[in-house]
T-cell receptor
Framework: NAGVTQTPKFRVLKTGQSMTLLCAQD?????MYWYRQDPGMGLRLIHY???????AKGEVPDGYNVSRLKKQNFLLGLESAAPSQTSVYFC??????????????FGSGTRLTVV | DAKTTQPTSMDCAEGRAANLPCNHS???????VYWYRQIHSQGPQYIIH???NNETNEMASLIITEDRKSSTLILPHATLRDTAVYYC???????????FGTGTRLKVLA
């Protein structure tokens, strides 16, 4: 099993460009999450999904949109990239909610630089 | 969610037990304590979690004080591969927005 796969692994964008980060999981997990991690900081939740066709805002949702059209995929979109969105983005999934499971499975991250 | 406080960094000799403390003095009765670690720049890895009782798995042990205001993650025989940032998180039943703080940077020394 591949677990949680994130593509791309690295990307450089110019300010104002758009892009989509793809997260795919093959564990039939119900719940999926997008986090960002800035240097010297912990992870902050951007958006999450509690099942196919659902999305919800996390702690820092501004400037991002998400979609969960298929259970196995969770897409994170940047419509108009800004330098403040330079970060490492992690996707995670879990079979059960955060308070009732044996932890999330995280992807290896996407390192995004906006110039 | 309860705020957790951890030391910024710790060192541990290889082969010795690593004891990582976490303070969560404002924790409520329905908040779980979860531990994750992040090795270098990889995605975080789940280690263990608990509510009231002490817990043990193949990776570590979690000791939660009786008043639940603090906990300790124990890696019984630390190896160089355990060098990582360790996060202690309090997760409330029913919420998705919990906080990964800055964690404890554990360095295992040869």
């Amino acid at each position: 099993n591949a677990g949680v796969t994130q593509t791309p692994k690295f990307r450089v964008l110019k300010t104002g460009q758009s892009m989509t980060l793809l997260c795919a999981q093959d564990m039939n997990h119900e719940y999926m999450y997008w986090y960002r991690q800035d240097p010297g900081m912990g992870l902050r939740l951007i958006h999450y999904s509690v099942g196919e066709g659902t999305t919800a805002k996390g702690e820092v949702p501004d400037g991002y949109n998400v979609s969960r059209l298929k259970k196995q995929n969770f897409l994170l979109g940047l419509e108009s990239a800004a330098p403040s969105q330079t970060s490492v983005y992690f996707c995670a999934s879990s079979l059960y909610p955060p308070w009732d499971n044996y932890g999330y499975t995280f992807g290896s991250g996407t390192r995004l630089t906006v110039v | 969610d309860a705020k957790t406080t951890q030391p910024t960094s710790m060192d541990c000799a290889e082969g010795r037990a690593a004891n990582l403390p976490c303070n969560h003095s404002t924790i409520s009765g329905n908040e779980y304590v979860y531990w994750y670690r992040q090795i270098h720049s990889q995605g975080p890895q789940y280690i263990i979690h608990g509510l009231k009782n002490n817990e043990t798995n193949e990776m570590a042990s979690l000791i939660i004080t009786e008043d639940r205001k603090s906990s300790t993650l124990i890696l019984p025989h630390a190896t160089l591969r355990d060098t990582a940032v360790y996060y202690c998180i309090a997760i409330t039943s029913g919420t998705y927005k919990y906080i990964f703080g800055t964690g404890t940077r554990l360095k295992v020394l040869a």
